[in-house]
């Protein structure tokens, strides 16, 4: 049995306890637990009258007067008679919101360590973080049937069980060090168990029930969580459903906030579709290090808004990092990542492919727009197939994945025009004499993914100075600008310049990849794809620099998304 956690209330740092996250915040659980009180049965009967409506995949057809249908009828009616309940615990819940914002917008759960069983990152080897993101469906089981998935009381202790299993010997060797043909082959990257993972960022942890027990499971694994994040607002959720984004850090948190994104449509108006942000205690690497994570949930079925989405998350995190970063602190890496519900191929997604940010942040998948690299695969599934006896068992899937045809069968190509409802049960299309062959674009749909910010390992000493570094490459000029209206020493202006050419650097590691064209696959790693420039020739700089890449299957039939996990070499010079 896991040790009992203990509550607390997150300790924000100094320029983030504001009124805003320190108001009234004590009458509120009482009161979410009337308000809930009062809508929930109404909610489940609904809930659980409409379900047996759904026929999934792994149920057998029934007629239209079965058992279950039948039974659904009363409890519809049923469910009348608490609509006044449900209208009276609405208005409740609006009201707290509105007159008390201040709430914290997430549930933060901490590891009683003086019991902990879970790892710490001291004992883990220095220097070397790994990241995974993964969609694990634990959302209301209507919508989780709605997807083919099991209900969610039966699918979570799985999901806790698979993602506490983590194999160290996976991080010995990064994988990125490989040959690309070695790498094209994929079975280096696809793999059947999961990593050693210091955080973990979920999405689809929709209620705050499920996110406190999912919380419980993984503390043999985890010490730090946050579940239960949501900005309620009219604007956000219409005060309805929480955002689902969840995470699991072995590494303390020192501060977070959660964002909703401006522009949703349709039921994606009553859930606070957005971005989770983090900020992170390294100080086990070296002192004062300190670690920023940003998980986003992007909607589904509208690729018009993916843009707008990844530019507010971008703006989050700059705004986020300036807000938290107290002097001293030195950040080793910023990490961006979750469901983009799009990919990197498909014609329907090419404004989030051109999108700025990618000067910014870093995809180890990605050589451009509408190509990836050769070890890339698909995360999101075909929903039909979860149950298929290929998908069950994790090594066989693992094999699946590997195969450029086969893969087709289970994931879906990145060929999409459209962002429609048939992505849930589309078919590989065959050639025209019928057969489903090998394509660049097969069993690509790759819409999970983590990002790298190239950002050099710095430290916010100058804040005192007048001046506060955004050292990514895509914000440069503003500290030149900064600079010249500034008063600095010449120590300051040398120690900006700098900085300031080593991200310039980090910019062109990917057009200089381009030039191992000429060289043959045996002879090119994948790092140097990636980066332009061997594993050792970076293995002693001052930058972030990813070096192994996963895509586990220890999910398979458990969710319709492939988890993503990547290995991130961070700076331990003090």
């Known amino acids: 049995m896991p040790t009992k956690p203990d509550v607390n209330v997150l300790n924000m740092s100094v320029k983030m306890a504001s009124n ?5 915040d004590e009458p509120r659980p009482t009161l979410e637990k009337i308000s809930s009180a009062f809508i929930d049965p109404c909610l489940t009967l609904t809930e659980v009258a409409l379900t047996q409506f759904i026929e999934p995949t792994y149920e057998e057809p029934s007629g239209l007067l079965s058992w279950r249908k039948v039974f659904a009828l009363p409890l519809l009616l049923l469910s009348l008679a608490f609509l006044p309940l449900l209208v009276v615990g609405f208005v409740l819940r609006a009201s707290i919101n509105f007159w008390c914002p ?78 690309i043909s070695q790498l094209r082959s994929k079975k280096d990257v696809v793999v059947s168990e999961l990593p050693r993972v210091d955080v973990l960022l979920l999405q689809e942890v929709m209620t705050e029930a499920s996110g406190r027990q999912l919380a419980e499971l993984l503390s043999n694994a985890f ?16 005060w309805c459903a929480g955002s689902g984004l969840f995470l699991a850090s072995k590494l303390p948190i020192l501060a977070a906030t959660c964002r909703a994104f401006s522009s949703t449509t349709s039921v994606g108006r009553i859930a606070c579709y957005g971005a989770l942000l983090a900020k992170l205690d390294a100080s086990h690497v070296k002192p004062g290090a300190v670690v920023y994570v940003t998980n986003v949930h992007n909607q589904a079925y509208n690729e018009t808004l993916l843009a707008a989405a990844a530019t507010e998350a971008q703006g989050w995190t700059e705004a986020f990092i300036k807000d938290t970063l107290d002097a001293g602190e030195q950040i080793l890496c910023t990490i961006y990542g979750g469901d983009f519900n799009g990919d990197n191929i498909s014609p329907a997604d090419r404004p989030l492919q051109d999108h700025p ?6 995809d180890a998948c990605r050589v451009g727009p509408g190509e ?36 087709r069968f289970f994931v879906i190509d990145a060929d999409v025009e459209a962002h429609t409802y048939d992505l849930m049960s589309c078919e590989p299309v065959p050639d025209d004499d019928g057969t489903v062959r090998a394509k660049a674009w ?24 007048g001046i506060k570094l955004d050292v990514t490459a895509g914000h440069m000029g503003k500290t030149a600008k900064s600079m010249e209206s500034k008063s600095l020493s010449n120590t300051e202006k040398t120690y900006a310049n700098l900085l300031e050419d080593g991200c310039r650097g980090s910019l062109q590691e990917n057009k200089t990849a381009a030039n191992q064209k000429d060289r043959n696959d045996d002879e090119v790693s994948g790092f140097e794809k990636l980066y332009g420039k061997k594993y050792e020739e970076l293995e002693e700089a001052d930058l972030p620099v990813i070096e192994s890449v996963w895509f586990p299957t220890v999910l398979s039939s458990m969710t319709d998304h492939i988890p993503y996990a990547i290995q991130v070499k961070v700076s331990t010079k003090p």
């Open 102 to 179: 201040g709430r914290l917008p997430y549930r933060y759960l901490r590891l009683n360590r003086k019991g902990a069983v879970a790892k710490s990152p001291e004992a883990e080897p220095k220097g070397h973080l790994v990241f995974m993101t993964g969609n694990v469906l634990l959302n209301y089981d209507l919508i989780v049937k709605f997807n083919n998935g099991r209900p969610v009381s039966e699918r979570l202790p799985i999901v806790a069980e698979q993602l506490g299993r983590q194999n160290s010997k996976l991080n010995k060797f990064p994988n990125l060090k490989l040959p």
């Open 372 to 407: 990836d690299q050769p070890w890339a695969v698909g995360t999101e599934m075909r929903q039909k197939k979860m149950y298929h006896h290929n998908v069950v068992d994790h090594e066989i899937f693992a094999d699946v994945l590997r195969d450029d045809v086969q893969r």
């Open 442 to 465: 097969g069993g690509l749909r790759r819409i999970d993914r983590l990002l790298l910010r190239r950002t050099k390992s710095i430290s916010n000493d100058l804040t005192e100075a």
């Open 357 to 362: 940010m990618w000067g910014e942040y870093l």
């Open 20 to 24: 805003r996250f320190r108001c009234r």
């Open 223 to 238: 010490s730090d969580f946050l579940y239960g994040v949501s900005e309620n607002s009219f604007e956000a959720n219409r």
